[in-house]
Protein backbone atom coordinates (compact mmCIF):
# COMPACT_ATOMS: atom_id res chain seq x y z
CA UNK A 1 0.00 0.00 0.00
CA UNK A 2 1.44 3.06 -0.53
CA UNK A 3 0.61 6.97 0.79
CA UNK A 4 -0.63 8.03 -3.04
CA UNK A 5 -3.68 5.28 -1.46
CA UNK A 6 -4.81 7.49 1.43
CA UNK A 7 -6.78 10.81 1.01
CA UNK A 8 -4.69 13.88 0.25
CA UNK A 9 -5.30 15.01 4.18
CA UNK A 10 -3.78 11.50 5.78
CA UNK A 11 -1.39 11.13 2.79
CA UNK A 12 0.36 14.36 4.21
CA UNK A 13 0.24 13.18 7.39
CA UNK A 14 1.79 10.08 7.06
CA UNK A 15 4.79 11.80 5.10
CA UNK A 16 5.61 14.13 8.09
CA UNK A 17 5.21 10.75 10.25
CA UNK A 18 7.62 9.53 8.18
CA UNK A 19 10.24 11.29 8.82
CA UNK A 20 9.83 12.38 12.16
CA UNK A 21 9.10 8.82 13.55
CA UNK A 22 11.06 6.75 10.66
CA UNK A 23 13.47 9.22 9.99
CA UNK A 24 16.11 9.40 7.60
CA UNK A 25 17.90 12.51 9.09
CA UNK A 26 21.41 11.75 10.78
CA UNK A 27 21.27 11.37 14.51
CA UNK A 28 23.30 13.03 16.91
CA UNK A 29 26.53 10.82 15.80
CA UNK A 30 26.09 12.00 12.30
CA UNK A 31 25.10 8.46 10.91
CA UNK A 32 21.97 7.85 9.10
CA UNK A 33 18.64 6.57 11.28
CA UNK A 34 15.05 4.55 9.50
CA UNK A 35 15.18 3.64 6.10
CA UNK A 36 18.88 4.21 5.52
CA UNK A 37 20.10 3.15 8.61
CA UNK A 38 21.69 0.08 7.47
CA UNK A 39 24.33 2.06 5.47
CA UNK A 40 26.90 2.90 8.37
CA UNK A 41 29.16 5.58 6.12
CA UNK A 42 28.00 7.41 2.73
CA UNK A 43 27.86 4.77 -0.14
CA UNK A 44 30.50 5.13 -2.83
CA UNK A 45 29.38 2.21 -5.08
CA UNK A 46 25.62 1.64 -5.81
CA UNK A 47 24.02 -1.31 -8.28
CA UNK A 48 22.02 -0.59 -11.34
CA UNK A 49 19.36 -2.38 -10.29
CA UNK A 50 15.48 -1.02 -10.43
CA UNK A 51 13.98 -0.95 -7.02
CA UNK A 52 12.58 2.66 -7.27
CA UNK A 53 12.25 4.91 -4.01
CA UNK A 54 10.77 8.50 -3.92
CA UNK A 55 12.12 11.25 -1.68
CA UNK A 56 10.28 13.88 0.23
CA UNK A 57 12.31 15.99 -2.58
CA UNK A 58 10.18 14.73 -5.20
CA UNK A 59 12.37 12.88 -6.91
CA UNK A 60 12.83 9.49 -8.00
CA UNK A 61 15.88 7.38 -6.89
CA UNK A 62 16.59 4.21 -9.36
CA UNK A 63 17.41 2.38 -5.55
CA UNK A 64 17.52 1.96 -2.16
CA UNK A 65 21.35 2.81 -2.59
CA UNK A 66 21.09 6.05 -4.49
CA UNK A 67 18.33 7.02 -2.39
CA UNK A 68 20.37 6.83 1.12
CA UNK A 69 23.50 8.30 -0.84
CA UNK A 70 21.52 11.68 -1.40
CA UNK A 71 20.18 11.35 2.14
CA UNK A 72 24.06 11.42 2.98
CA UNK A 73 24.53 14.01 0.71
CA UNK A 74 21.17 16.24 2.21
CA UNK A 75 22.77 16.09 5.52
CA UNK A 76 19.53 13.85 6.57
CA UNK A 77 17.22 16.78 5.31
CA UNK A 78 15.86 14.41 2.39
CA UNK A 79 13.68 11.39 3.80
CA UNK A 80 11.55 8.67 2.36
CA UNK A 81 8.01 9.26 1.15
CA UNK A 82 7.31 6.11 -1.00
CA UNK A 83 8.34 2.62 -2.72
CA UNK A 84 8.15 3.44 -6.43
CA UNK A 85 8.19 6.64 -9.00
CA UNK A 86 7.35 9.61 -7.23
Known amino acids: MFLSD ?4 ISLHCVICVCVFVPDA ?3 DGKPQG ?9 SVCTKDLH ?5 DN ?9 CKAVWENLG ?3 F ?3 GKC
Open 77 to 79: SLC
Open 35 to 43: FCSEYKKPP
Open 52 to 56: PICGT
Open 59 to 67: KTYSNKCFF
Open 6 to 9: FPAS
Open 81 to 83: KQE
Open 26 to 28: TGQ
